[in-house]
């Protein structure tokens, strides 16, 4: 599909050379970046999809659906809710997007949308009202083939592994199913226990934990028992493949506490009654040392994103739900307790491998120094700062975050870039990072500041998009 003269430009906006300024940048990208493979070792993609080798009936389906970057856009484009998160038609959905990706320019998403139209359906038009309608119908017939289920999809972007965010009490039958069909590209689960330390509504907790003793097939009567059944699926999921723990928390919890605390606080729970802040934070605490030595054990990496603050509007949480776009950037206190947590594991030598993620970009420095504190030679680069996340997974944010690891880290043992997302459309973000990183290192060659030495900083290039994660990971 090519552009129209109805549009508002008419040569192409994605181009070969998109986001690489310099000789030495596009140099770099297509002799060494572009054909990486891609390992997205972190997103929220439904493995009942990838069993299920789903057939999307419309762009809506695959694209909007589950998009709450999409949704907030929207709604600050004048956007009612019906049309985001409502029963309105798909089609009149899609329409309301397109009515507001010209507001989006600046906004990461008009890149994102234009280089997802550019590699899964070739076109080239930039989406706007005057072009929803071809948009849509062209993205639909494609969509409606088998080369454009859910697998294929993943095919096209050249994903070779790929690791789901699964709780502890999910059956993994999708997972399952997927290793059974023999699968080429790696989908292993990750195990992310988050419920099971979200003690601050006890009704719940009580229910969350009532789902646990089915899934472990433990009857839980005190806090012993609680942890013999996460225990149990921890071990599960290590017999399904999985090789990552996750947590998305405001901050690490740190505080001191005893055996007796934590078993007076489970059993204070249990009961229904409700627990003090400081209870709270003990239980969050013991929980987080215990996972962390189970991931130790079994040379797990243990990933914490960390700072974002949740569901703020209340109003359109209990309408329609959390992780629907009502959270924001968080000011948390990080780097006392965050010290504290790792020194604790670090100290029994018991400290996993561990990947930290801020959404707050005054954290960055903190982040990348602390990474140093624990990194103790036993592995090049044990401990990771991750990739802009969140509010920070545009152009400046991973711009700020590759120099501010460079300036305190060691940006050449990185692990890359990972896609935190809910939508199969999503995979060219990995080839918008790979764009950014060539463009920063490229113009520091031009510049002088780096040798002109190709092989050398195109092998780099290379174990950043790719090889770190492969070797680091164990894939």
């Excluded at 000789?23 to 390992?39: G, S, T, W």
């Excluded at 959905?93 to 590699?119: M, Q």
């Excluded at 697998?151 to 009490?169: A, F, G, I, W, Y």
């Excluded at 990739?387 to 700020?400: A, I, N, R, Y």
Aim: net charge negative; hydrophobic share 40%; proline share 4%.
């Amino acid at each position: 599909m090519k552009s129209k003269s109805n549009t508002r430009t008419s040569a192409p906006f994605i181009t070969d050379n998109f986001l690489l300024q310099s000789e030495a940048a596009r140099h770099l990208y297509f002799d060494y970046a572009q054909h990486m493979p891609v390992i997205d070792y972190h997103n929220h993609l439904s493995p009942g999809d990838i069993a299920a080798d789903t057939i999307f009936q419309n762009l809506t389906q695959v694209w909007l659906n589950g998009d709450h970057y999409k949704w907030r856009a929207m709604r600050a484009n004048g956007v009612p809710e019906a049309y985001c998160t409502g029963d309105k038609p798909d089609v009149e959905k899609f329409e309301k997007w397109a009515a507001t990706v010209p507001a989006t320019i600046r906004n990461p998403l008009f890149h994102w949308t234009h280089l997802e139209l550019k590699r899964y359906f070739g076109i080239d038009v930039l989406l706007s009202p005057e072009t929803a309608v071809e948009v849509y119908e062209t993205c639909n017939a494609c969509l409606q083939t088998p080369e454009y289920s859910v697998r294929n999809l993943l095919r096209k972007m050249q994903v070779e592994v790929m690791c789901t965010t699964d709780d502890p009490v999910d059956t993994l039958e999708s997972h399952q199913k997927i290793a059974t069909d023999g699968f080429e590209i790696k989908v292993l689960p990750a195990f992310r226990p988050d419920k099971a330390m979200a003690v601050e509504d006890p009704l719940a907790f009580n229910h969350y934990v009532a789902r646990l003793e089915q899934s472990a097939d433990v009857a839980i009567t005190g806090f012993n028992d609680f942890l013999d059944a996460l225990k149990k699926r921890h071990d599960f999921f290590a017999e399904m493949g999985a090789c990552v723990s996750d947590h998305g928390l405001e901050e690490l919890y740190a505080e001191d506490y005893s055996d007796t605390d934590i078993q007076h606080i489970f059993a204070k729970i249990r009961a229904g009654k409700p627990l003090g802040v400081l209870e709270i934070r003990q239980f969050k605490s013991a929980m987080l040392v215990y996972f962390g030595i189970w991931d130790w054990e079994k040379n797990w990496t243990q990933q914490f994103h960390l700072g974002a603050l949740r569901n703020n509007n209340s109003r359109m949480t209990a309408r329609i739900g959390p992780d629907t776009g009502w959270d924001s950037i968080g000011d948390f206190s990080q780097a006392r307790a965050l010290a504290k947590f790792l020194d604790r594991l670090d100290s029994g030598n018991q400290l996993a491998k561990t990947i930290l993620y801020n959404v707050n970009p005054s954290d960055n420095a903190l982040f990348a120094t602390m990474i140093g504190n624990f990194n103790d030679g036993s592995l090049a680069g044990k401990i990771q700062w991750g990739s802009g996340w969140w509010f920070m997974d545009q152009k400046d944010g991973m711009e700020s975050q590759i120099n501010t690891l460079s300036n305190m880290g060691l940006l050449s043992r990185f692990v890359g870039m990972l896609t935190d997302s809910r939508s199969f459309l999503s995979f060219p973000r990995h080839e918008y990072f790979r764009r950014i990183l060539c463009n920063m290192i490229g113009r520091d060659m031009e510049n002088g500041e780096l040798p002109r030495d190709y092989p050398w900083m195109g092998g780099i290039v290379q174990d950043i998009c790719y090889n770190n994660a492969r070797a680091y990971f164990n894939f």
